[in-house]
């Protein structure tokens, strides 16, 4: 285990040598906790077979984590149709999606209608407010929410719901509050798997959930 | 041989443990059944000189899956000129090409338009209804068509079709339902990676198909 | 050496097995004719001090190869700016760039009025025209022009040309044509490690073509 | 140590044989250099706790570099979601940044506004100019400013800042001023990775600065 990887999410080379090169509070055993959350399988599978309700962020989740900007308002995001179709795929085995951002966007705005999302909140602030109002509504525990996040806002959800998980880019000081970490990039079907991966461990199979 | 590249299109890594740790119906033998798919060259090749119809999906085979949205129902998709080439070089060689696409978009009827594509449908819902379509008008078996899709609603025409393609972003439980899947990635030239296949299948140069 | 990558750009794996499994006319030493191209190197550096004129094809060597295209004509390209300062560099040595489009575009000609490129033909046809009308203007032998293209059209053109180039994604049927294939992908440099490997040939420095 | 990378950012592959195969003033040792400059830690971690201002271009550090144009002006620049909140974690940690393009775009603009950016310079030219403009209104040295640029004409500021960063695509020839080589992408979080190496230099954590 090397301790290369601790400041930033895909890791600082430098020449071979640790870095930083001094003691800080940062978790040292940082990489052997996510082996261990990962390798304690059985577990997981046992939070993920309780899920009632997905959310997700959106910037960083839903999407690569860029905007494309224009002239003055002027943005576009980027979906991925196999994340629209685990949201229909969720749908069809009873589990409803949410989506909770941080940045307001015409552009997010655009894609919720696209997929019928009927819970979704855009504002800025901390996000346990909108999180806390999905569980009063849906009657449910935080550990029947599967809750997908990117960055250090997301970490106060990331601490309290049943499967929480991230994606390749995060950083590492944000990875370590989660189960899992997606292979697939953000944006690029990362939401797709994580739903997969709760609808599979349902016992559930995807191709079964959609029109022949 | 592992399992770890089941539940998802590039895999999970769990710790070196393989999941899910439990036993389920998906095809424990999915890699070894592609490789076999993939051993059988010479029936390959047997099927791909009987070609006489190209047939894609759009979002996921001829787009990398995605689609940038903005305010309101802006949206636009990135196609691919090698692709484009492709459909070009297919038509000089008499195979015409359709589109088959289940999510309806200003940005593919650009794209059709600019192709000259003549057998286009974009409709929620089976593609069964258009496949057939085609084979009554082309007067073709399914036997005689080439089809590339990458999702779950693709599957009913890659049961069918002569030779039936995806991606590698597609899921391991679509990727089982194929003949061969492209190494180029989706919108990345991934199309014009399998009318290559076709055309070279059938004894023709792609060079020798375009003005000099 | 295999014949993995023989078919397409970035070959097809298919179980350890070449593809395809018979004999064509397609050069089975493709990738040794390339190896050797490019150990000449002390010829190539000769041909490189030559240089008078850079001609460039636009899509797939400025851009990526795609088009975003959105509702009716709307469409944008994606131009990359370490390209665009390489021809700068170039007309700070003294040898022009021109551009020779076969897919006209109004994003193109966006592109070429901020360069303030010159010499620019965008129009569907054979490459040899506009390609005799440069040579004419400029009194050049094709012998003093470095190309760089990427597809099937744009191999007449790489046959004669004194220095002709591609980038990674052009099919293996392409690169058999060229001196050399840049390690950057198109439209993330590949024009500029072009422009630099013959500034560099010439005995001069980018770094010193520039304001300070 | 090999000589293949010397001439562009990512190297040229020249059949085993080093190139260009004669005698330049470009450094033989540039790689043993930048080598030397990352294994320099402790000096490195010294420079970084005297930082008080971040000085960023803004293509091909902000952005991937590339730029989408469409017909007329129309142009849009991708911006990363997690670079923006590096911004804000540097703010609440005491510390301003700056932005200093050499392409004036409307797109940049929109993305200054977005993030709140005081100081903000968008002009062709040498940019020692708003950089000697930022130290006498903050009253800084050169050496309190921590500076990232990817480009030839980034090359004056970096020669003088008190840490120089650059990105993975900028050309070697740029590499060798800089004290680090981030391992994020440009317009990929290439810009928080500096901001977090610098915070944490500082003794801060990145998740302490963000509303829980």
């Given at each position: 285990m090397s301790r290369k990887k601790l400041a930033s999410g895909k890791g600082i080379i430098l020449g071979g040598n640790p870095w930083p090169p001094f003691s800080i509070d940062?978790?040292?055993l940082l990489e052997l906790i996510r082996y261990m959350h990962k390798k304690d399988c059985p577990r997981l599978l046992t939070k993920m077979k309780k899920i009632k309700l997905f959310v997700f962020d959106v910037d960083?989740?839903?999407?690569?984590n860029t905007v494309w900007m224009g002239r003055g308002k002027t943005e576009m995001k980027r979906f991925n149709i196999a994340d629209g179709m685990g949201v229909y795929i969720a749908r069809r085995a009873g589990i409803p999606t949410a989506f909770i951002s941080g940045r307001p966007s015409p552009a997010t705005t655009s894609r919720v209608k696209e997929l019928g999302i009927v819970d979704f909140y855009q504002q800025r602030g901390p996000k346990r407010v909108p999180f806390a109002k999905l569980l009063k509504k849906y009657k449910l525990?935080?550990?029947e929410v599967a809750f997908m996040g990117d960055d250090v806002i997301d970490v106060p959800i990331m601490q309290i719901a049943g499967v929480a998980a991230t994606v390749p880019h995060a950083p590492d000081y944000v990875k370590k509050y989660v189960d899992l970490v997606t292979d697939h990039e953000a944006g690029m079907g990362a939401a797709r798997e994580f739903i997969d991966m709760v609808i599979i461990a349902k016992g559930l199979d995807p191709v079964d959930l959609t029109y022949k």
């Open positions: 940062y978790p040292l960083g989740v839903l999407t690569d525990d935080p550990k």
